[in-house]
């Protein structure tokens, strides 16, 4: 790299203006040449080539997505709940995420901003600053929650609890290292795979194919409507849409140089990403739906106790396969949230952020990035905090903290005067509209359900 | 040595300038993209938002508190 590690330099002139270029250009660059020499050639290869290249921000944010609580909330719903409503709600649940997520694509694509960049600069500090306390909140609690994950896998195998976070931290801390966006997104990418670990443990239950069909046309049998079932209703869609999502991904989009030409792309990133994610949730409810067929109270369960539970079922390979899952959904996790806090840092203070940068240029995005996630392993070390309490309930604060993020987002979106003609065509922001329903009206039955819980008897549930 | 790297340097002055898009470059983005002013509907939603989030949170802290309890 001929620009190496020095600070942005004046390099010449083009025209009266005195272009600077900066490290970070020039990686970009680097990746668009790649892109646009794929681009021009036809064919199947340079087409599945392309693919390549401009897959990796969709994909990472939907597995990144089923981190430890999300995992914990599909575990949770297999075991209460068994084979039945849930399967084809979580799937509904991603539709909804693959709605959200397309607008950042377009978004970070068309603006080359940031999401809190654009909040900032488009509705001014005070509200920009309300979205910020929401993202930095939801965003420490959940980290919190991904070493508690991390922590209870890697304790199915003896691993004392400080080891397990060190191990976590050196991979997070690892895959930085290489100050590439490329190369992150690449090692990242290659980690959130193991996703679908939860795939064959789920076949070792030797699910009932039938029920399984049976729930997907007919979406029975129904859970009864009271609190429990409001609570996995909310942790789950809690599970596949958060704010952190809309931040990282229009983040990742312009830190790897997307542009309005590969907009289709990135909504096949997004579509790919979600179907991966999808699978292994319904892995994983189907891998816990035999504890509810044996009766099993799964109430409190944490990682290491479904894969206890799940051992006399599938065997002691299989439950190992389902903690090493747990820790897989934690890590990567611990890496897309800080980082989208990074870049939500730094997009507002306005310093450098970017994978692209080196450490010397980049010292508040990484520190940042690093700090965050070593807060939030710290707390976890501390003894007898009622940790059990955060994570039932960060799925929970995600979705009541996504309604006034994706009227930020849908605002944003259909800004014509920054969207130009990538405005939202009527049927997206239909779609958008009816998630923002769904999520304000989950949130408010939650609200119900605590205040008044004699409501829930009287409409006929417990 | 100091004409090899000035080379270098307007090598990827070059390689930058013809693959990224002018508003891709870290300088293009200092500047600021000018306020949008919010309508009356507008501001009533994220007022209205911001009031349901807050009274959801304090319903959060409330249900952890009872279970704590």
Known sequence: ?462 | MAREETQNLEADRNLVLSSLEHDQLVRAKKHHIPRRILKGPELAVLWTLRVYLLFMMAVVVYQVWTAAH
């Open chain 1, 1 to 462: 790299m001929s620009v190496g590690s020095q600070p942005p330099q004046t390099n010449g002139i083009a025209g009266d203006e005195v272009v600077v270029i900066t490290h970070e250009d020039v990686d970009r660059a680097h990746d668009r040449v790649r892109v646009s020499e794929a681009r021009a050639h036809r064919g199947f290869f340079h087409g599945a080539r392309l693919l390549w290249l401009l897959v990796g921000p969709g994909i990472l944010v939907m597995l990144g997505e089923n981190d430890g609580p999300s995992m914990l909330a599909y575990a949770a719903t297999g075991a209460k709940f068994g084979i039945g409503f849930f399967l084809p709600f979580v799937v509904l649940t991603f539709v909804m995420a693959i709605v959200v997520q397309e607008m950042t694509v377009r978004l970070g694509a068309a603006t080359h901003r940031g999401h809190a960049e654009l909040i900032f600069d488009r509705f001014g500090p005070f509200w920009g600053w309300f979205s910020m306390i929401d993202l930095a909140l939801g965003n420490f609690l959940t980290l919190i929650t991904e070493f508690i994950a991390i922590r209870a896998g890697l304790g199915f195998f003896g691993v004392p609890p400080w080891m397990a976070i060190l191990i976590a931290l050196v991979i997070l801390y690892a895959a930085l290292m290489s100050h590439r966006y490329w190369t992150w997104e690449r090692i990242t990418l290659a980690a959130a795979l193991f996703n679908l670990v939860f795939i064959p443990v789920a076949l070792m239950t030797h699910p009932h194919w039938h029920a399984v069909r049976h729930a997907f046309i007919t979406w029975q049998p129904m859970p009864g409507f009271n609190k429990d079932t409001l609570l996995i209703v909310l942790a789950d869609i809690g599970a596949t849409v958060t704010p952190w999502m809309l931040f990282f991904q229009q983040s990742a989009t312009v830190d790897k140089g997307l542009t309005t030409k590969d907009i289709r792309f990135g909504r096949i990133d997004t579509v790919l990403g979600a179907a991966l994610a999808t699978a292994a949730a319904l892995a994983t409810i189907l891998a816990t739906a035999p504890l509810f067929a044996h009766q099993m109270g799964a109430d409190n369960f944490q990682a290491a106790e479904f894969a206890q539970a799940l051992q006399p079922i599938i065997g002691r390979f299989g439950a190992s396969l389902f903690a090493l899952g747990m820790v897989e959904a934690g890590i990567v996790a611990s890496i897309t949230i800080s980082t989208s806090s990074a870049y939500a840092f730094g997009e507002v203070t306005h310093k450098p952020h970017s994978l692209n940068l080196p450490m010397g240029q980049g010292k508040a995005f990484y520190s940042v990035l690093t700090l965050c996630a070593a807060a939030a392993a710290a707390i976890v070390l501390i003894p007898g905090l009622p940790l059990v309490y955060v994570v039932l309930l960060v799925n929970v604060v995600a979705v009541l903290a996504m309604p006034p993020a994706l009227v930020f987002l849908f605002m944003l979106v259909n800004d014509r005067e920054i969207m130009g003609d990538l405005v939202s065509p009527p049927w997206a922001n239909v779609l958008s509209s009816g998630v923002v329903f769904i999520l304000t009206s989950a949130g408010v039955l939650f609200g119900i359900s605590i205040i008044a819980p004699n409501i829930f008897a009287l409409l006929g549930g417990k």
